[in-house]
């Protein structure tokens, strides 16, 4: 008798704790009712909690014609002032982080998988980005809020986990400043600076993309995936709207802006299973400087914060990049979408890590020599 009178006892206790005013249960249940997220006297009901390391996530039931509500996310944030993921599958799932994203992390150059590199912590830990899964990027973001960094962090990642295997070319529309000093890196194969060096640098892309795809067809190659090749081809555009025409450019002006926006659209059409991989950076996309076959092509899509809920939209196809407040978090979308804080890495860092790799001034000459005799832009 006092036996079950204890367990009576006990069960009774870890109810009330559960439904306490002060658990999290009792407050989501709470936020639903003053929301009125219900169908008539229906509200959800909790059918199970799973608990993991940095999270507990709330499962819930809901009536039929009930789906998720936009509103639940940033309610339930401030009511349990924690993080919360709120996604609905059939059933609605609420996630309760125990901790938030730092606000600054820095990159550990530590050696990683494949082709996969640190793009940074979320909520649950660190996230990678596989470039042998997901060829093609695009990244956004007003000026001095990461976008560069996180250029710079790929660079340093790919010279450093892959030395003999990853060729590097990049357009610097800032004039080369930002990767300029970085050109006498072997891994660099060139570094343009301004459009016409733009339009030298795509032309020979598509040349050495021909001939590649020539060998691919002699032996039979659908995907460099399957194949013992191990070079991977990485084309860094900074600044990428610098490469749209604008109303007072000339005729012939002109054709070397679109021959730009043709090179990448190719390239992100069809060079990705020949080991091309492309990473175009824009500061305010627009349907304009964010060109259609780039984007719909890049199925990685990275946007740090922007000015507008439009132009979030364009960059990620959906809001949200206009409410990020820290410099260097970003909002990764793949097939998911998940906030991160990207590592953060310095020029002194990775000349002092990469040094090793700078070639001397007669190899940097032969390199950034441009050949003007073969450039025709279409």
Known sequence: MFE???????????????????????KIKKAFRNLKYRVKDYDPSLIRTIKKDDYQEYVYNVPYGLIDDSKLQPV?????????????????????????????IAYNWQQSDGWTFPIGVGLSGMVTHDFD????????????????????????????????????????MKGGLEFGPYERMKQIKRVASSVDEAGELFEHILAEMRQRMKMFREKE???????????????????????????????????????????????????G?????????????????????????????????????????????????????????AIYRTHERQEIQVPYVSDEEIKEKLGRYMEDVTGREEKVTRRKDIVHFG
Do not use: W
């Open 133 to 172: 899964k997901v060829p093609h990027m695009t990244v956004a973001g007003a000026t001095r809020q990461g976008k560069t960094v996180l250029l710079k962090l790929i660079l340093a990642h790919l010279i450093s986990n892959h030395p003999d295997d990853a060729e590097i070319y990049i357009v610097d």
């Open 76 to 104: 339930l944030e401030k009511t349990l002032d924690r993080p919360v993921h709120v996604y609905f599958d059939g059933k609605l799932h609420v996630r309760v982080y125990k901790s938030s994203i730092p606000k600054r």
């Open 273 to 329: 299973a020949m080991g091309y991989r492309n990473i175009f950076c824009t500061q305010y996309p627009t349907a304009d400087t964010l060109p259609r076959q780039v984007k719909q092509n890049s199925d990685a899509k990275i946007s740090f914060r922007l000015p507008t809920e439009v132009a979030s939209r364009v960059a990620i196809d959906e809001s949200g990049a206009e409410q990020i407040s820290n410099v260097g978090r």
């Open 221 to 271: 190659y659908t995907n460099i995936l399957d194949t013992d090749l191990k070079r991977r081809t990485f084309i860094i555009v900074d600044e990428g709207a610098e490469l749209t025409p604008s109303a007072f450019h000339t005729k012939d002006e002109k054709k070397v802006y679109q021959y730009c926006q043709q090179a990448l659209s190719e390239i992100t059409r069809i060079a």
């Open 4 to 26: 079950m009178a204890f367990a009576i006892a006990g069960c009774s206790y870890i109810a009330a704790r559960l439904f306490a005013p002060d658990s999290d249960r009792y």
